[in-house]
Every structure is written in structure tokens, then in C-alpha cells.
């Protein structure tokens, strides 16, 4: 029960973690090279890279629960017995740099290549000048803006909320003799979950295709009174 327990626990978490990335990714080529996107970026290329992000989790998660699980004097533990010490090690090191620099590295850049893009678009429309380009470089102001605070909350956040977890499961993994106590344990734990929770928010408060379909879920009480022009026949 242990060995199921840690692997429906940590498979999401993982998946997760590659999910993340992949959006970043689309968005950059979304935004950056939108010709090629809109030419080769189908549908069932994305959907088949968010099924490649949870099956990628659940397989990752299951090779290395499987084969670090033992029974003890009658109670299982897992993640705990690594073929040799040299295992345990590469293991902690490899995880902590996959799931945690390598995505830091990839919101700097992508985001950055982003916004960097979006503020190119918006100087070319200014140069422009002529009718309505006071409406065309206000609405590329306020998209700057929601990207730029986009950006900033996705990435601070995972930092604020991974870093204490990474951690200590790196130093868990390198340094043997590493103690905690559980409610330290637990608290890492919730500190880490809370970024997904927090994630849906930060898209429902910035983008506004969502905030459309968020309000067209709120019931609107309908008009019942006749227009002023409407006249009986």
C-alpha cells in the first residue's frame, strides 16, 4: 500500500512539473515564431504532448519506486533503498536539476523571448502611427502588462513554493545523516502543493479568454422590460 500511496502521490506531481514546462514551450512558439506555429503546431500535437507530460510521470515515478522498495520487519518502505550509495546520489542530483534549474531555465527564457517579442511588435505599430494607433498601442501596453504579471507570478511562485521541497530532497539524497522532523516534513510538503492550487488562479486573473468563459459561467438575471422604440401593434 505504501509503494501505490507514494506512486499516485508523486506521479501527478511530476506530470505536473512537465506540463508546466511544455506550456511555457508553446507559448514561445506561439508568440515568437507564430508563423511556423500556425503552420505545424496542431492540435494533436499538443494533446499528445500533454499525454506524453503524465504518462512521462507516471514512468519516471515508477521506475524509481520499484526499484527502491523494500520490505522491512513487516513495513514497507520505499525511496529509501537505492541500489548503492553512488545511486542514491546521482539520483537526488539529477531530479533536482531536471524538475527544478532546468525549468527555471526554461520560464526565464521563454518568457523572456516573450516579452521581448511583444515589446518589438508593439514599437513597430507605434512607428506606424495614422488612425486608431492610440487604441492599437494601448491595447499592446495592457498586454505587456498581463504578460509581464503573468510571468512574474508563475515563476516567483514556483520558486517560493519548490525551493524549500527541492532542497531538501537533494540534500536528502547527498547527505545521508539529514534529519527532519514531520511537521517540518509536512509543511515542505504543503508549501509545494499549494503552487498548483495557486496556478489556475494566477491564469483565471490574467488571461482573458478565461476570464470570458469564467463570466459566461456566471448567470445573468435577463432583461425582461420592452425596449424604448418597442411599440404594440
Not at 116 to 123: C, D, E, K, L, P
Request: aromatic share 16%; glycine share 6%.
Amino acid at each position: 500500500m505504501t509503494v501505490l500511496s507514494e506512486f499516485f502521490n508523486w506521479s501527478p506531481f511530476v506530470g505536473s512539473l512537465i506540463n508546466i514546462a511544455a506550456i511555457a514551450v508553446e507559448r514561445y512558439l506561439k508568440v515568437v515564431h507564430h508563423v511556423w506555429a500556425k503552420k505545424s503546431l496542431r492540435k494533436w500535437k499538443i494533446y499528445s504532448a500533454a499525454a506524453f507530460a503524465w504518462i512521462g510521470g507516471y514512468a519516471i515515478v515508477g521506475a524509481v519506486t520499484i526499484h527502491t522498495t523494500t520490505v522491512l520487519n513487516g513495513v514497507c518502505y520505499t525511496l529509501i533503498f537505492f541500489k548503492s550509495r553512488a545511486a542514491k546520489k546521482a539520483f537526488g542530483i539529477w531530479y533536482f536539476v531536471s524538475f527544478y534549474l532546468v525549468l527555471i531555465l526554461i520560464f526565464i527564457f521563454c518568457y523572456w523571448r516573450i516579452l521581448v517579442t511583444i515589446r518589438r511588435q508593439a514599437n513597430v505599430m507605434a512607428g506606424h502611427g495614422g488612425a486608431g494607433s492610440s487604441a492599437a498601442q494601448t491595447q499592446s501596453k495592457h498586454i505587456q502588462s498581463k504578460v509581464i504579471r503573468t510571468m512574474l507570478l508563475v515563476s516567483l511562485l514556483f520558486v517560493v513554493a519548490y525551493t524549500p521541497g527541492f532542497m531538501y530532497s537533494l540534500l536528502l539524497n547527498v547527505h545521508s545523516k539529514l534529519q527532519i522532523r514531520a511537521l517540518g516534513y509536512h509543511i515542505i510538503v504543503v508549501i509545494g502543493f499549494l503552487y498548483n492550487c495557486t496556478n489556475p488562479f494566477v491564469y483565471a486573473t490574467n488571461f482573458d479568454p478565461v476570464n470570458r468563459v469564467l463570466l459566461g459561467m456566471i448567470p445573468c438575471k435577463k432583461n425582461t422590460q420592452p425596449p424604448e422604440n418597442f411599440h404594440m401593434s
